[in-house]
């Protein structure tokens, strides 16, 4: 089964932010990135996949130069190889431009299955893998939790996913490859990368490409305008001081003021 | 806006009660308002919403729209704009939602912004604000439709008791269904938990966040627990990674609580996680980061380090024989 995991980098978790001087994105100067977390997953779920029916894993991804710290992380993982489309100023294009983009590249390689998470943790719009099935042409199903191995999935026919639905329900669906899933974060035990597993990435193919091979413009429709932390809304009240004063001081307002202890 | 659709969504007859908040959002623009109803029970579901002001409800009838497909739900919709022709359509950003818009959207070639906490025109047209990096930043975007946009709202956005009352008329209608055939109904939805633990039921919820760091420091906020008498829950990640039983979960994954008090430890805040008890009547946040979202909807906020806010918290209540 060929398998391509679309993965997007973003910027690490806990990571300070603070709107950039045009006020239309995040100030990018000493920014650590990483992979975007359900991405990660997506990935972990495609190697698991290949170990038990064989294939290749291909990872596609876009973004500038320095996304490729994050496919050399997913090529030392045990991804066979790599597709950067790369492209500046991304964070101005809107979701249905990037899964122009993403899905161009994507089907040049003809994959069985494409995997890629439920949402980004920067912009988290939820849409591009979503996006992507609908002009590959392919079955889509979102938010799975777990992807069964049978015979129909070694033969390359369907697939069977298990989804999330909402209030802790959930769903069999039995898709027929070719498919796309959005996997949710959590679903599976990531890898680390061997020493091993590193010395082999460095030899793994690494297929640049630009948007403009692939055919494709930014005609975004959604434009953000303006980012800024959100207004404080809350009428809630910080408790200062040392931890010791704080407890002191909540204690005492839950007792006397919330009347809830 | 003079032309709006309204994509209500039920279960069974009983409608999503985000329906109604987004029912809420599009009655704001004045205007012309269609529904639109699909699924099995839709029609049980339009006799509710013909209770609203709106210019019709349109029950969505096929029998690929029975059991809820992506495929279907795609078809029946694109059949009902290219009907309606609304310059704006509303859906509650459900998961139902999150799983056929963005297929919808590629296929019509227009704008969705989706997890929208407002809307509004100006001068230049279309404006709508939604949270970015997980609550961190609040993004203002425009939205050039052309004629059309999908816009999906976020839950607890709009207010479902100022939908306004009124009498609608309901229409059934039979979309032709492009590309919609030969999709195989899904199987009967299930769940796993034996919920043996019904935090719905707590007075008080200790819930417990990524702060926490490793299952061995649990210890920590389960003194607290104890110390409050409550019942200790947890955010995603922590039962993701098998920490605490899933039936512990409270957001939109897991539970929905409304407890007299919430103590939230370690927990940033997600959006996910704050539908899940922003209906709790105080809420003590934790957390070592003064910028977490979660402290938007705290009543008391501490800032500080839960290793040493969280003893210090268990010893006072001890102190005072709480």
Redesign the interface.
């Known amino acids: 089964m060929k398998i391509l995991v679309a993965l997007k980098q973003v910027?690490a978790r806990?990571s300070a932010?603070k709107?950039s001087a045009d006020g239309r994105w995040?100030d990018e100067s000493d920014m650590q990135y990483e992979i975007n977390e359900p991405d990660a997953y997506a990935l972990e779920a495609g190697l698991q996949l290949k170990e038990r029916c064989g294939g290749e894993v291909v990872v596609l991804t876009a973004g500038p130069a320095r996304v490729s710290s994050s496919i050399r992380e997913a090529l030392a993982k045990g991804a066979d190889r790599a597709i950067h489309v790369e492209q500046d100023g991304l964070e101005a294009w809107?979701?249905?431009s990037v899964?122009r983009l993403l899905s161009a590249a994507a089907m040049l390689e003809s994959p069985d299955l494409v995997l890629t998470g439920?949402q980004s943790?920067?912009?988290?719009?939820?849409?591009?893998?979503?996006?992507m099935?609908?002009?590959m042409g392919v079955?889509?199903?979102?938010?799975i939790m777990k992807v069964d191995v049978e015979d129909g999935a070694v033969a390359g026919i369907s697939i069977k996913v298990k989804r999330?639905?909402?209030?802790?329900?959930?769903?069999?669906?039995?898709l027929p490859l070719p498919a796309l899933l959005t996997i949710q974060?959590?679903?599976n035990k990531l890898r680390y990368a061997t020493l091993m597993g590193i010395k082999k990435a460095r030899t793994k193919e690494v297929k640049v490409v630009t948007a403009a091979d692939l055919g494709v413009e930014a005609k975004p429709?959604?434009?953000?305008?303006?980012?800024?932390?959100?207004?404080?809304?809350?009428t809630?009240?910080?408790?200062a001081g040392t931890?010791?004063e704080?407890?002191?001081k909540?204690?005492e307002?839950?007792?006397f003021e919330?009347r809830?202890? | 806006m003079s032309r709006v659709l309204v994509v209500a969504e039920q279960q069974g007859g009983v409608l999503h009660k985000m329906t109604l908040e987004t029912l809420a959002a599009g009655q704001g623009l004045g205007g012309e308002l269609v529904v639109a109803v699909m699924g099995e029970g839709a029609s049980q579901a339009a006799g509710v919403l013909a209770g609203y002001r709106a210019s019709k409800i349109v029950v969505l009838d096929h029998p690929a729209l029975a059991a809820y497909t992506a495929v279907a739900a795609v078809a029946a919709l694109e059949w009902m704009i290219g009907e309606e022709k609304p310059e704006l359509v509303l859906m509650p950003h459900t998961y139902q939602t999150r799983d056929f818009a963005p297929r919808l959207a590629a296929r019509l070639g227009c704008p969705l912004a989706s997890d929208v906490v407002s809307f509004g025109q100006d001068e230049r047209g279309l404006v709508c604000e939604r949270q970015l990096f997980q609550g961190k930043m609040t993004g203002t975007f425009r939205v050039d439709g052309g004629g059309l946009a999908i816009l999906t709202i976020q839950a607890g956005a709009y207010r479902a008791d100022q939908a306004e009352p009124g009498q609608a008329q309901v229409i059934d209608a039979a979309p032709e269904m492009r590309g919609a055939s030969g999709t195989a109904a899904p199987a009967a939805p299930y769940t796993e938990t034996a919920r043996t633990v019904d935090l719905s039921a707590a007075e008080r919820i200790v819930a417990v966040g990524r702060g926490i760091k490793e299952e061995g420091n649990l210890e920590v906020v389960r003194e607290l627990a104890q110390a409050l008498g409550a019942e200790l829950a947890a955010s995603r990640p922590i039962c993701d990674n098998g920490w605490l039983g899933m039936e512990r979960q409270v957001g939109s994954s897991g539970q929905t609580v409304a407890p007299k008090l919430y103590v939230a430890v370690g927990i940033s805040g997600a959006i996910q996680h704050i539908v899940g008890m922003k209906g709790s009547k105080c809420v003590v946040a934790i957390n070592k980061d003064g910028d977490a979202p979660i402290f938007e909807a705290a009543d008391y906020g501490i800032v500080g380090d839960l290793f040493e806010v969280v003893p210090a918290i268990v010893e006072e209540l001890r102190k005072a024989g709480a």
């Open positions: 910027p806990d932010l709107p995040i809107d979701p249905l899964a439920l943790d920067d912009a988290g719009s939820g849409q591009t893998g979503v996006m099935a609908e002009l079955a889509h199903a979102t938010i999330e639905l909402e209030g802790g329900w959930f769903q069999d669906l039995t974060s959590g679903i429709l959604v434009v953000l305008e303006r980012l800024a932390p959100p207004v404080k809304k809350s809630g009240e910080m408790i931890a010791k704080q407890a002191a909540l204690v307002k839950l007792r919330a809830a202890i």
